[in-house]
């Protein structure tokens, strides 16, 4: 699931100074080499049993979640950044966003808002756009919606794997989906999660 849209860059690129702050194994120096470590880290997570829904939608849960899966590349793992960012919310207010999307998630599934994959997706959207990590976040917000679609009786989704596309393009178009459900637009992320 998670290979389909790894960052984007030249496998041989070396690692700038900022790159290697909080990183764990010594041996990374190419963009390449971090993206299989993170893959690998990420392979052991998911290996973990799946949550059920009360599990996951729980900040303390989404956060050892992202540690379960960089934990072994990275120190910050699991903590929230306190760092601004081009994306994201201000870092004071993450914590907070987290619990508030939970709550709605929550209240979405008891009222039966949404059909289970727009609420997982939803769900997907806000945790991205809050970008509680300093790095990491489609990755993991693409597991967690997993977690929230098997959880609630339906399969994972495909991410955008179905469509045969470049990595590039892929990311491209996991990315203009993101931007219209930042509109108001659910609609293309819905379908590229299936696609």
Known sequence: MT???????????????????????TYIATRGELFDAEQRN????????????EELLDDKYLRDLHNAMFGQVWNWAGQYRMRETNIGIEPTQIAVAVRSLIDDVT???????????????????????????????????????????????????????????????????????????DAGEISQLLIFARS
């Open 107 to 181: 209240w979405w599934i008891g009222a039966e808002t949404f059909e289970i994959d727009e609420t997982a997706v939803r769900f997907h959207h806000r945790l991205v756009a809050i970008h509680p990590f300093r790095n990491g976040n489609g990755r993991h917000g693409r597991v967690a919606a997993d977690y929230l679609a098997r959880a609630l009786g339906t399969e994972a989704f495909t991410w955008g794997r179905l469509l045969r596309l470049a990595t590039s393009d892929l990311r491209r178009a996991y990315q203009s989906a993101l931007q219209d459900a």
């Open 42 to 53: 990420i392979s052991q997570a998911l290996l973990r049993r799946p949550p059920q829904t």
């Open 3 to 25: 290979d389909a849209l790894l960052p984007i860059g030249d496998g041989h690129t070396e690692l700038s100074p900022e790159d290697h702050e909080g990183l764990i194994p």
